[in-house]
């Protein structure tokens, strides 16, 4: 493991922000912590980075702190600054030893090249969230900390801060912290379920989904959907069946193998029309709605 805590435990006066968390992240993982307003996941990533002092409880990071990056959910820059002179700047604290290009490289990634020369004051919050993490990343870190790094952005900027996320897989272990489940269902691939301070699961992405989602199938059909609905019903491999909309049947099932041989044959005795079917993917919001809640 690249990061272990144990016991971790921060209270803002009598208010436990973080109440025994023992994370553990494993080496190469982009792990997504997830969790609703004020679960935690800031005071969390303060406490890797040493920024705050945990209240109990050790933390363990493989890396030496100064391998370890933390960007902030709306990192600010001196506004008179250029984008080079903040890479920069970062890449001579950090990293004094590596080579200049380094800046080039980590501006072309963010695709800030041709904005490098302009003043960061006029630079859009998805320009801004991109030259944050070049300047994170410029002193090739072991481990990047980033605190909701696309929450704040437009669906394009959000894209793109994803994209930039994804390309660091396989250069540096990468815990963010979300809101936004889809972003974290697509990035990561290892998730902690944070809620009031307490980690309700931690593992990989498919662990939680296969251990927790129930099978279900996703039918479309014509309308009306009443007698289809009414046979499906009646089949004691059929657990449930939700009308969605007036095109869409959710069935859920006792195993996906028996439905896979039993489905086709239901429908066609109540003469559907049908327009595709397929099994309904996991998704990490049921789950985090199941969890949470
Ligand atoms: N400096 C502080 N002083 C007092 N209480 C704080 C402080 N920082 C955070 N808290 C409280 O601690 C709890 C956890 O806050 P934290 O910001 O870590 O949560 P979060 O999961 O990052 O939330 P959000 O998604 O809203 O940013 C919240 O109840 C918050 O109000």
Same mark, same amino acid.
């Given at each position: 493991?690249?990061?272990?805590?144990?016991?971790?435990?921060?209270?803002?006066?009598?208010?436990?922000?973080?109440?025994?968390?023992?994370?553990?992240?494993?080496?190469?993982?982009?792990?997504?912590?997830?969790?609703?307003?004020?679960?935690?996941?800031?005071?969390?990533?303060?406490?890797?980075?040493?920024?705050?002092?945990?209240?109990?409880?050790?933390?363990?990071?493989?890396?030496?702190?100064?391998?370890?990056?933390?960007?902030?959910?709306?990192?600010?820059?001196?506004?008179?600054?250029?984008?080079?002179?903040?890479?920069?700047?970062?890449?001579?604290?950090?990293?004094?030893?590596?080579?200049?290009?380094?800046?080039?490289?980590?501006?072309?990634?963010?695709?800030?090249?041709?904005?490098?020369?302009?003043?960061?004051?006029?630079?859009?919050?998805?320009?801004?969230?991109?030259?944050?993490?070049?300047?994170?990343?410029?002193?090739?870190?072991?481990?990047?900390? /980033?605190?909701?790094?696309?929450? #704040?952005?437009?669906?394009?900027?959000?894209?793109?801060?994803?994209?930039?996320?994804?390309?660091?897989?396989?250069?540096?272990?990468?815990?963010?912290?979300?809101?936004?489940?889809?972003?974290?269902?697509? $990035?990561? +691939?290892?998730?902690?379920?944070?809620?009031?301070?307490?980690?309700?699961?931690?593992?990989?992405?498919?662990?939680?989904?296969?251990?927790?989602?129930?099978?279900?199938? /996703?039918?479309?059909?014509?309308?009306?959907?009443?007698?289809?609905?009414?046979?499906?019903? #009646?089949? +004691?491999?059929?657990?449930? $069946?939700?009308?969605?909309? +007036?095109?869409?049947?959710?069935?859920?099932?006792?195993?996906?193998?028996? #439905?896979?041989?039993?489905?086709?044959?239901?429908?066609?005795?109540?003469? #559907?029309? $049908?327009?595709?079917?397929?099994?309904?993917?996991?998704?990490?919001?049921?789950?985090?709605?199941?969890?949470?809640?």
């Amino acid at each position: 493991m690249i990061v272990e805590t144990r016991g971790l435990a921060k209270r803002y006066g009598a208010h436990p922000a973080l109440a025994g968390v023992d994370l553990a992240v494993p080496e190469g993982a982009v792990y997504g912590l997830v969790g609703p307003n004020g679960a935690g996941k800031t005071t969390l990533l303060a406490v890797l980075a040493g920024l705050r002092r945990p209240t109990s409880g050790e933390v363990r990071l493989a890396p030496p702190r100064r391998r370890v990056a933390l960007l902030p959910d709306t990192p600010q820059f001196e506004p008179w600054l250029t984008g080079r002179e903040v890479v920069a700047l970062a890449r001579r604290l950090v990293a004094p030893g590596l080579p200049v290009s380094r800046e080039e490289r980590v501006l072309a990634d963010a695709e800030l090249s041709a904005a490098a020369e302009r003043r960061v004051g006029g630079y859009s919050r998805g320009m801004l969230q991109r030259l944050g993490l070049a300047a994170t990343v410029v002193g090739e870190p072991e481990l990047l900390l /980033l605190d909701e790094p696309a929450s #704040a952005l437009d669906p394009a900027g959000r894209r793109e801060v994803l994209d930039l996320i994804a390309g660091l897989r396989g250069k540096a272990t990468v815990v963010l912290s979300s809101h936004i489940l889809a972003d974290v269902q697509e $990035v990561c +691939d290892t998730v902690g379920i944070l809620r009031e301070g307490r980690l309700l699961f931690q593992g990989s992405l498919p662990d939680l989904l296969v251990g927790r989602a129930v099978p279900a199938y /996703l039918v479309r059909l014509r309308p009306p959907l009443g007698r289809v609905a009414g046979v499906l019903r #009646a089949e +004691d491999w059929v657990t449930g $069946v939700d009308i969605l909309d +007036d095109q869409r049947l959710r069935v859920t099932v006792r195993s996906l193998a028996e #439905a896979e041989q039993r489905l086709p044959g239901a429908l066609a005795a109540g003469d #559907a029309r $049908v327009v595709s079917l397929g099994p309904q993917a996991a998704d990490l919001e049921d789950v985090f709605l199941e969890l949470t809640s």
